[in-house]
């Protein structure tokens, strides 16, 4: 019997793993095209334009 939390991590990896085969990318750089997407999603302007003194 396959424990809950391996696969529960086994069907995270698959949804990504075919996300990234839909995009003809591999899998890191898909992974990394979705956290930089959400991280500029979660950027105003004010955020960037911001400077320390």
Known sequence: MIRPK?????T????????????????????????LSHLLANTSLNDLNTKED
């Open 6 to 10: 391996i696969a529960l991590s086994n």
């Open 12 to 35: 995270i990896y698959s949804i990504i793993k075919d996300e990234a085969i839909k995009q003809n990318l591999p899998i890191s750089k898909y992974l990394a095209n979705v956290i």
